[in-house]
């Protein structure tokens, strides 16, 4: 066996090392729900909600089963449906567009920015354009800020509002970033997020939340987490979900939510780290002014003439993973090539399901774990 293969390999994201920092507190949190035995919208999940609120600065927060549902549960109460026309960036997470289509809406793709990966204004507006040219109704925008930078959230409202559309944010993987100076969660009419295990604020299973600042919204969203239920349990109003988010996530939350800040700060020196000492052999991710990341992923591009398998292989072959976020834009997969894309196309998210790949990214990402990864990365493109 050759030396690389000898290296002991990194984790992509270390779970376990913030299990090792949280131990006691998480044990403890779980055993309080197992001692009260109310799983199900116990109080952890309304002291969840307070904290949360508290901290981005929402006045409502409605705790929920998985970061899809909450997207899918603001377009349901919005009673977005057929007819309706919902803008995405194509360059994301299906769950974004997914949503849209669940409902019987369709999902119009438009482009990102090639330096910040998110929304991109001008293709927003022609998007606009194609949905009305379609004879569809643009009823909202989801802009995702995606990889952990907060989108351009002026930029979109202004459209937004000029058009009658209300802003949906995807923060799936940007809650606890902000921007200019105020946390995500209180940009747009609502906010979504999800606390899958790998997300920057991750619980122990599924989870999401949801952030408005409209108190009938709120209401509206609480109804449909329990099927649509009415001021009796029995007398469903409307359709919903069971769309809750468990009593036990909710307590392991509380924890991790205490030193989120602290990781958020751990994670913006790994990223300066990476960007200082990579900036110079590949593309490395770009904050715009007023920006900032929680860095869900440090995502860099390759330089011209470098294979992205080869480049993969190598650091692999060192132990090192990364990975592909993402290897198709949503306009590019079986399931969703159907629905409409802005006029011009969608180059940018195209070139870059193409040169984008995703270094190991967390908050105890060390020094020396950290020199490895980025020698690999320089040897990989000199080699
Ligand atoms: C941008 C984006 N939107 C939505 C979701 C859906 O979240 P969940 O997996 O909790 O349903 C994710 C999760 O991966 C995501 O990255």
């Known amino acids: 066996m050759n030396q690389h293969l000898r290296a002991q390999a990194i984790p992509f994201i270390d779970v376990g090392a913030q299990r090792r920092r949280l131990g006691l507190a998480i044990d403890e949190a779980m055993s309080r729900v ?3 035995c109310q799983f199900i919208n116990g109080p952890e999940v309304t002291k969840l909600e307070a904290d949360l609120a508290a901290f981005c600065g929402a006045r409502h927060v409605i705790g929920c089963a998985s970061g899809t549902d909450a997207l899918l549960m603001v377009l349901m109460a919005k009673q ?13 997470f299906c769950a974004t567009g997914e949503v849209v289509a669940l409902t019987g809406a369709t999902p119009v793709f438009v482009d990102v920015n090639e330096a910040t990966f998110n929304m991109d ?26 990889f952990g ?5 002026d930029a979109i409202g202004t459209i937004a509002k000029a058009e009658g559309l209300f802003v949906l944010d995807d923060a799936a993987q940007g809650f606890g970033a902000s921007y200019k100076d105020r946390r995500l969660g209180t940009f747009g009419l609502v906010t979504a997020t999800s606390f899958f295990p790998a997300k920057p604020l991750g619980c122990f299973g599924d989870g999401g939340a949801i952030f408005t600042d409209d108190a009938d919204l709120a209401a509206t969203l609480r109804s449909i987490r329990v099927h649509g239920q009415g001021s009796d349990k029995y007398d469903n109003v409307r359709l919903g979900l069971t769309g809750r988010l468990d009593t036990m996530q909710a307590a392991i939350l509380i924890e991790k939510l205490k030193i989120f800040e602290d990781e ?24 715009a002014p007023g920006c ?22 190598a650091l692999k072959a060192q132990g090192i993973p990364t990975a592909i976020y993402y290897p198709k834009s949503m306009h590019q997969q079986t399931a969703y090539c159907h629905f409409p894309v802005a006029d011009g196309g969608l180059p940018v998210s195209e070139q870059l399901s193409q040169d984008v790949i995703s270094l190991p990214m967390h908050a105890y990402l060390d020094e020396a774990t950290q020199d490895r990864i980025i020698a690999a990365v320089r040897g990989a493109i000199a080699g």
Do not use: M
Not at 131 to 146: E, H, M, N, S, Y
Not at 308 to 313: G, M, Q
């Open 34 to 36: 197992l001692d009260h």
């Open 80 to 92: 977005v449906g057929p007819g309706d026309a919902v803008l995405c960036p194509s360059f994301t």
């Open 121 to 146: 204004a001008a293709s927003l507006k022609r998007g606009i354009a194609t949905a009305r040219r379609l004879g569809l109704r643009p009823v909202a925008v989801i802009p995702v800020d995606l």
């Open 149 to 153: 930078q907060s989108a351009d959230h």
């Open 264 to 287: 958020i700060a751990a994670r913006n020196g790994v990223a300066e780290r990476y960007s200082r000492l990579l900036g110079n052999v590949v593309t490395v991710p770009q904050l």
């Open 292 to 313: 900032t990341s929680v860095w869900a992923q440090y995502t860099i591009r390759l330089p011209k003439g470098t294979g992205r398998d080869s480049f993969a292989a």
